[in-house]
């Protein structure tokens, strides 16, 4: 089992940034990605971002490119997002992923199905 914590969430203002980390804990050793993703009131949990631990491929959302930065830390066991440039639609509650799943095709990153371990999630508000 793996356990991830994220921490980081807070109410800013827009054009603020913001750091999200996500630590985490247990059966580390065979992560092969962790991810981002967001759930906005009323809509489906989407995909902001993700990094395969070792050859530390990035995968972002296409509306937060150029604003939001995914890295990991392998010897904290941790995940980072970046993020500036802040927007309203930013707005979520922002849930961190593990996979143990290797894949060659980046786009698999991108789906919740192919994350098994979930945090709890941290909420990023963000005002005009």
């Known amino acids: 089992q793996v356990k991830l914590t994220e921490s980081g969430g807070a109410m800013v203002q827009g054009g603020d940034s913001l750091r999200l980390s996500c630590a985490a804990s247990g059966r580390t050793f065979a992560t092969a990605a962790m991810g981002w993703f967001r759930q906005a009131p009323d809509k489906e949990r989407e995909f902001v971002a993700a990094?395969?631990?070792?050859?530390?491929?990035?995968y972002y959302k296409e509306a937060v490119k150029g604003r939001f930065t995914i890295s990991g830390d392998n010897d904290r066991n941790t995940v980072y997002l970046q993020m500036n440039s802040l927007r309203p639609e930013d707005t979520a509650v922002y849930y961190c992923?593990?996979?143990?799943?290797?894949?060659?095709?980046?786009?698999?990153?991108?789906?919740?199905?192919?994350?098994?371990?979930w945090g709890q999630g941290t909420q990023v508000t963000v005002s005009s």
């Open positions: 990094i395969t631990w070792t050859s530390r491929n990035t």
């Open positions: 992923a593990a996979t143990n799943l290797h894949y060659r095709i980046g786009s698999y990153y991108q789906t919740s199905r192919t994350y098994s371990y």
